[in-house]
């Protein structure tokens, strides 16, 4: 099946919301999106669901997403706030991303993520 996005323009940021089957860094096809609608909007403020997913990342494949994150989006100013489950508490994939220079941060509670992304 893969990944499927929605996509939703909100006030100050764009809400990308990834549904689908989750096979670890095949996500990224959903990360791939965010350019194009951060493009399309003219809006460099993001949040990113991923709470549909129920998987535990490896800890090669948060280095790899946090990687990714950091090579892709850092040049663009790019400030994504993920969504997770509440129960997927490992921040491997925002430390590697946040100490690589992408503005990236992990949530489990959505009023949290909107008020980080509009400071």
């Keep these: 099946m893969g990944v499927e996005v929605e996509c939703k323009k909100k006030e100050g940021y764009i809400h990308l919301k ?6 670890g ?5 959903g990360f791939d999106k965010i350019l194009d609608f ?7 403020k993001v949040l ?5 997913f129920d998987y535990e990342l490896s800890e090669l494949e948060s ?3 946090g ?8 040049n663009d100013l790019i400030k994504i706030a993920c969504l997770r489950s509440l129960s997927k508490k ?13 503005t990236f941060k992990l949530f489990d ?5 909107i008020s980080w992304l509009k400071e």
């Design 18 to 23: 990834l549904k689908g089957e989750f096979p």
């Design 25 to 29: 860094v095949q996500i990224l096809t």
């Design 38 to 44: 951060v493009k399309k909007y003219g809006i460099a």
């Design 48 to 52: 990113l669901d991923i709470r549909s």
């Design 63 to 65: 280095f790899s997403i």
């Design 67 to 74: 990687e990714y994150i950091s090579k892709t989006y850092m």
């Design 90 to 102: 490992n921040d491997f994939t925002e430390t590697v991303a946040v100490n690589r220079g992408a």
């Design 109 to 113: 509670n959505e009023n949290n993520a």
